[in-house]
């Protein structure tokens, strides 16, 4: 087994990865927060894993790895997005709406960047009880405390009571501000202490806790949240714990200093990694500038670059830069991922290498990575040396190596980049329309975003845009390696190609009307031009020559 060598934000170098238990190896990363559809700068977090976690069961086995995603389904922002897009519901089940929708729609998002499902998505509100059993731990020993906020009654983590906090993001006690969630109020011994249960007044969700003998009707703080999920599914300390840089302060900090002193603990993760922050092109992105991208956007609509893309072109394009180093989310960079996995495509397609990758999947067979790919993996997940080593493949599958084939096609499945069953996905315009010209241009481009939209799982989208086709005349049929083959009815294209005769004339380029005229001609079919009795304007009919 190669060498696995992991950057350690605790202890800021990198480190052989030695596993508590190599035959059961844990990994938990900070899932989403579900009140809004997820950005890009949320999907850099769960592809620079989905890579680790994939590389973790190729070392140990996929039965010796345990992943764990949490989904945050108790907060502030999900109650202000109930109360606004629910108003007239009772605020539980309004709640319930945004959170169900939410999530739903994250797991469509990940699933069409070809990641992994985790092997434990725990959601905040099936752990309350344990957040109250640990709470009242922590104030049994000392390490919080009971006080009345502004906004109620609190229970508070006293921060002075762990001589090592602060040790994660290098700051010092005294230079501590809250940085969370919470205002800094009179009624906390030190500036840095947070929140780990809040009371909620009468128009707030909440459950009921007791701490100290006192009962307090309320909710969870952030932080509390992830050390019980983590606790429960991996157990009191575990190997890795990952997130974007954002994370470590307040929340990453906070998890340790609750879960080190509930347990009484030297540590609660052994490795701590983080990926770094994305801008679009060149500046952070905000709703105020205008560059807000959600995954969302990028698979079903056309707002970014005027067309949608493959979820696998979105993570390759992440797996450009290091995890660790900035990213900038870029029209240019986009475009040079897609052309990449086109040109992959296009070299394994009706080759060996694909039908043994079908073969594959149809038995639930995994695909492996090769030595070279592994290792540079085991470098701190060096995924920009991955992409030239893959095209070095590539020059050599294209002269017709099958091995090369084969090593290529093997890669870039076991990296959740390329299904072998839709290689036609990832090729444009793979449209078998039997010889027939579609006279509409904008449809061409309907049957490339089908062919996107089935492609990424987006049924929605893909019933909508068969739906637009249908109505104008195109019948489509999806076929499970991703190409479509369509008919078009005879009227549909005849009036496609009259309307383009019309412009024609009416632009007074008339021999590109004469073109269009003699091909409908030669079909069989015959113009007729007239003048509308009431506008004066050209109109033309059309009848098949008997």
């Known amino acids: 087994m190669p060498e696995l060598k992991l950057y350690n934000t605790l202890t800021r170098k990198k480190e052989v990865f030695q596993p508590e238990d190599p035959d059961n190896v844990r990994m938990y990363v900070c899932g989403p927060t579900v009140y809004d559809y997820a950005h890009i700068g949320n999907a850099r977090p769960v592809i620079v894993f989905d890579v680790l976690y994939r590389l973790l069961r190729h070392l140990y086995g996929e039965e010796h790895v345990t992943y764990v995603r949490n989904i945050t389904d108790v907060d502030d922002k999900i109650n202000a997005r109930a109360l606004r897009d629910y108003p007239d519901l009772p605020l539980n089940e309004a709640i319930r709406n945004v959170t169900?929708?939410?999530?739903?729609?994250?797991?469509?998002?990940?699933?069409?960047?070809?990641?992994?499902?985790?092997?434990?998505?725990?959601?905040?509100?099936?752990?309350?009880e344990g957040m109250a059993s640990m709470i009242q731990t922590l104030l049994d020993k000392?390490?919080?405390?009971?006080?009345?906020?502004?906004?109620?009654?609190?229970?508070?983590?006293?921060?002075?009571?762990?001589?090592?906090?602060?040790?994660?993001?290098?700051r010092k006690l005294e230079d501590q501000q809250a940085g969370a969630r919470v205002a800094v109020e009179a009624h906390k011994e030190n500036p840095g202490d947070f929140v780990l249960w809040k009371e909620s007044r009468e128009h707030e969700p909440g459950w009921q806790g007791t701490f100290n003998g006192e009962q307090i009707h309320g909710r969870p703080g952030w932080h509390i949240e992830c050390s019980v999920m983590s606790k429960f599914h991996l157990g009191e300390t575990f190997d890795i714990h990952g997130g974007g840089l954002d994370l470590i302060f307040p929340?990453?900090?906070?998890?340790?200093?609750?879960?080190?002193c509930a347990h009484g603990s030297d540590c609660m993760a052994n490795y701590w990694m983080h990926n770094g922050y994305l801008q679009v092109e060149g500046k952070k992105m905000s709703k105020s500038e205008g560059n807000f991208v959600t995954i969302q956007d990028l698979l079903n609509t056309q707002k970014f670059g005027g067309r949608m893309w493959l979820g696998e072109v979105l993570k390759f394009f992440m797996l450009s830069t290091h995890y660790r180093e900035p990213i900038d989310w870029t029209l240019s960079g986009l475009q040079e991922a897609n052309d990449k996995l086109k040109d992959y495509a296009l070299a394994l397609v009706s080759t060996t290498a694909e039908q043994e990758a079908i073969s594959r999947q149809a038995v639930g067979s995994p695909a492996v990575l090769t030595d070279e790919i592994k290792n540079l993996l085991c470098d701190e997940l060096n995924t920009s040396e991955v992409r030239a080593a893959l095209d070095k493949l590539l020059a050599k599958a294209r002269k017709g190596s099958e091995q090369a084939q084969s090593d290529l096609m093997h890669n870039l499945e076991a990296l959740g980049l390329i299904r072998g069953h839709r290689l036609f996905s990832y090729i444009e315009g793979i449209f078998l329309g039997h010889g027939k010209?579609?006279?509409?241009?904008?449809?061409?481009?309907?049957?490339?975003?089908?062919?996107?939209?089935?492609?990424?799982?987006?049924?929605?989208?893909?019933?909508?845009?068969?739906?637009?086709l249908s109505d104008q005349g195109v019948e489509v049929e999806l076929h499970a390696n991703g190409s479509i083959s369509y008919e078009v009815s005879p009227e549909a294209d005849i009036s496609g190609l009259v309307t383009q005769r019309l412009k024609a004339l009416n632009d007074k380029n008339f021999a590109e009307a004469d073109r269009i005229r003699d091909e409908l001609a030669s079909q069989g079919i015959q113009l007729k031009d007239s003048k509308d009795s009431e506008t004066g304007e050209r109109v033309t009919t059309w009848e098949v020559k008997r």
């Not at 929340?251 to 080190?260: D, G, L, P, T, V």
Request: net charge negative.
């Open 100 to 128: 169900e929708k939410t999530a739903n729609q994250f797991h469509d998002d990940v699933r069409a960047l070809g990641c992994l499902e985790p092997t434990h998505e725990p959601r905040a509100t099936e752990h309350i």
């Open 142 to 170: 000392g390490y919080a405390y009971v006080a009345e906020g502004g906004q109620g009654r609190e229970v508070l983590f006293r921060v002075s009571s762990m001589a090592e906090y602060g040790q994660l993001s290098n």
């Open 251 to 260: 929340h990453h900090e906070n998890e340790i200093a609750q879960s080190r």
């Open 437 to 468: 010209k579609l006279a509409k241009p904008h449809l061409m481009k309907s049957l490339d975003d089908l062919r996107i939209a089935s492609a990424n799982n987006s049924e929605e989208t893909s019933a909508s845009l068969v739906k637009e």
